[in-house]
């Protein structure tokens, strides 16, 4: 148990569908982070929120769109997503922007 | 921001050290080494981190070689669950980018 809760643990999505992840953290931390880990590919970061407020967004398409209404959630909303979307999308916390992240168990998401 | 190479697979004997090695020449002074390990199917974890000095905590120890270019991770007695991909990472303060490379993937046999 790393106190970093996601869910779904898995996923199956039509591309038209709209779904959501959601990340809760019980560590008190100050930042969230959401990641993507297609197969056979490094960790690609998404979005980072600083005390509730977007601070990174590596240029990812619109169809995915991140929430953080407190510090200690965090949403991913996604919709009309492609098949090259399937992949564990990640959610990690950390005190600070240099401290240690903890992840959660991600979902394993499949785009039909 | 400095970019890492590590090997690509590692076996290593149950009840072993395991010693696994990351390159890290271009590293900056401000910047930390940070290892992290995956499970399959699982998120990472954080595993340790350093600067200059050796440091070792209850999961493993990390050295870091004096003109800080490389750095080795031990595992001082390797468990069949430390069979994993290990991550070596070197980020600087304020910095959210982490750059993940593909690891190693270390298993450990009986």
């Known amino acids: 148990e790393t106190g970093v809760t996601q869910t779904p643990r898995h996923l199956v999505m039509g591309m038209t569908n709209k779904k959501s992840l959601k990340c809760e953290q019980h560590?008190?931390?100050?930042?969230m982070y959401w990641y993507k880990q297609s197969a056979k590919k490094p960790l690609e970061l998404m979005f980072v929120?600083?005390?509730?407020?977007?601070?990174e967004n590596n240029s990812v398409p619109s169809r995915f769109s991140p929430e953080c209404p407190n510090s200690s959630h965090l949403f991913l909303h996604l919709h009309t997503l492609q098949p090259e979307d399937s992949a564990l999308y990640l959610c990690?916390?950390?005190?600070?922007?240099?401290?240690?992240?903890?992840f959660g168990s991600g979902t394993q998401l499949s785009v039909l | 921001d400095a970019k890492t190479t590590q090997p690509t697979s590692m076996d290593c004997a149950e009840g072993r050290a395991a010693n696994l090695p990351c390159n890290h020449s271009?590293?900056?002074?401000?910047?930390?080494v940070y290892w992290y390990r995956q499970i399959h199917s699982q998120g990472p974890q954080y595993i340790i981190h350093?600067?200059?000095?050796?440091e070792t905590n209850e999961m493993a120890s990390l050295i870091i070689t004096e003109d800080r270019k490389s750095s080795t991770l031990i595992l001082p007695h390797a468990t069949l669950r430390d069979t994993a991909v290990y991550y070596c990472i070197v980020n600087r303060d304020g910095n959210y980018q982490l750059i993940w490379g593909a690891g190693t993937k270390l298993i450990i046999k009986p």
């Open positions: 990690a916390s950390s005190q600070d922007s240099n401290e240690k992240l903890f």
């Open positions: 350093g600067l200059k000095n050796n």
């Open positions: 271009t590293i900056s002074g401000n910047e930390y």
């Open positions: 560590l008190g931390h100050n930042a």
């Open positions: 929120y600083n005390f509730k407020e977007q601070t």
